[in-house]
T-cell receptor
């Protein structure tokens, strides 16, 4: 079993749609959680950290369920510019960072 | 300010050759990570340095792979006796401390023929 698993996608949604991505992790000792965004043939960039209480940044909402070892990312009012691959990242207790395979999103006009 | 830089940006080599990939982290960042990313996959963790020492090298696939960071800044990933399966994008990231936000370099695209 992979340490970090994500919805395989791809997700193809119209502009303005709401879309949700899920991620599960296997290491219950994981310390911190993140969502990164990666554009085609570019390096990953931090989108947002995920906090236990859930957090929101504009149209993006991230949630964490430690008991279920589950992380989610919700994007509201999708824009064309949101098209990218979204990577779920989990930090272990040794500061090692493990990435999921990514979920590809395409927002269409 | 300057971000993470990696050289070369592209490297084509023949099976069995030795390659070195270089990473220049953001100045002052003590943590440095190497990843390997194949098409359609997320970055695969290889090794993590805190300062000069490898804090976690559990991701190195075998003993053909080795990385150093002798002065706690620049790091070199070394691959001996390259195989076609080593072809991938090798990403480097640095962070202020371990587990902080990582800033990635543009990667080195390695192609082993």
């Amino acid at each position: 079993r992979k340490e970090v698993e994500q919805d395989p996608g791809p997700f193809n949604v119209p502009e303005g749609a709401t879309v949700a991505f899920n991620c599960t992790y296997s290491n219950s000792a994981s310390q911190s959680f993140f969502w990164y965004r990666q554009d085609c043939r570019k390096e990953p960039k931090l989108l947002m950290s995920v906090y236990s209480s859930g957090n929101e940044d504009g149209r993006f909402t991230a949630q964490l369920n430690r008991a279920s070892q589950y992380i989610s990312l919700l994007i509201r009012d999708s824009k064309l510019s949101d098209s990218a691959t979204y990577l779920c990242v989990v930090k272990g207790n040794n500061n090692d960072m493990r990435f999921g395979a990514g979920t590809r999103l395409t927002v269409k006009p | 300010g300057a971000g993470v830089s990696q050289t070369p940006s592209n490297k084509v080599t023949e099976k069995g050759k030795y390659v070195e990939l270089r990473c220049d982290p953001i100045s002052g960042h003590t943590a440095l990570y190497w990843y390997r990313q194949s098409l359609g996959q997320g970055p695969e963790f290889l090794i993590y340095f805190q300062g000069t020492g490898a804090a976690d090298d559990s991701g190195l696939p075998n003993d053909r792979f080795f990385a150093v960071r002798p002065e706690g800044s620049v790091s070199t990933l070394k691959i001996q006796r390259t195989e076609r399966g080593d072809s991938a994008v090798y990403l480097c990231a640095s962070s202020l401390g371990g587990g902080e936000t990582q800033y990635f370099g543009p990667g080195t695209r390695l192609l082993v023929l």
